[in-house]
């Protein structure tokens, strides 16, 4: 399988993690972002097929490795084979654990080939946790809890930022992240709820110095740059369409 086996292997628990973190953006944005062409690619009529990420943070699905054992882990085989019998996002979910597991397997096999201690171990997992799962981003599990969060620790007009945000701006709601003066006055509460705002596409966390933008139809937060969408170009935008949204389709 071309691009199933990488050609380096990361040796340090930094290395390891950075190799991490590439192969998940690249499923999140399989099953997200480029979700339609990850459907029509997951044809059922076709062999057993995998989700591979890459450290480029690319996404593939082919064919499994021919070589026994391979020299990775493999993903789930035969995602495709569960598409048309279950719901788009049952189905979405699904895959979705699988490559959750699968980034695991991955990174522990590096750290057993290169002798990783307990230590080590243990500092990787802990890197690694801090991100969501990609089954939390693509089900809206982290959004929901953050949300929730949001409405028991808040009083009145006590707000983060970013649900205020949300409220005032109905059409091509974008926030630009710079903090002017009046947002000094800010308390850290509501400074720790913006950190946990994440983006749909790529999963990482909001930072007060990027622009961001928000789908009027899934409400869902994107960085622009991830979306390919500039502050300027956001002023014209009169209801803005992520690219899961806009490729979406009736399917029987």
Not at 7 to 13: A, C, D, F
Not at 32 to 53: I, R
Request: hydrophobic share 35%; proline share 5%.
């Amino acid at each position: 399988m071309d691009g199933g086996a990488e050609p380096y292997n990361p040796r340090t628990v930094e290395e390891v993690f950075k190799d991490f973190k590439g192969r998940r953006a690249g499923m999140i944005k399989a099953l997200t972002l480029d979700v339609e062409e990850f459907y029509q690619q997951c044809d059922p009529e076709k062999e057993n097929l995998c989700l591979y990420g890459f450290p480029s943070e690319q996404w593939e699905v082919n064919l499994p490795a021919e070589e026994v054992p391979p020299e990775l882990p493999e993903p789930a085989l035969g995602i495709n084979f569960a598409r048309d019998g279950m719901q788009e996002k049952d189905w979405l979910s699904l895959v979705a654990v699988h490559s959750d597991a699968w980034l695991l397997s991955v990174a522990f096999y590096f750290g057993a080939r290169f002798g990783f201690d307990k230590a080590d171990r243990k500092r990787l997992f802990g890197l690694i946790n801090e991100l969501p799962t990609i089954f939390e981003v693509v089900t809206g599990v982290v959004k929901k809890q953050v949300k929730d969060k949001s409405s028991n620790s808040n009083h009145g007009s006590n707000k983060s930022k970013s649900n205020s945000k949300r409220s005032s701006e109905s059409s091509a709601k974008a926030m630009l992240m710079p903090k002017d003066e009046d947002e000094e006055g800010l308390d850290m509460d509501n400074e720790d709820e913006e950190g946990e705002t994440l983006c749909a596409a790529c999963g990482e966390n909001y930072a007060t110095d990027e622009f961001w933008i928000l789908c009027d139809i899934c409400e869902k937060w994107f960085h622009g740059k991830c979306v390919k969408i500039t502050a300027a170009r956001a002023e014209h935008i009169k209801q803005y369409k992520c690219p899961s949204c806009s490729n979406k389709r009736a399917r029987p």
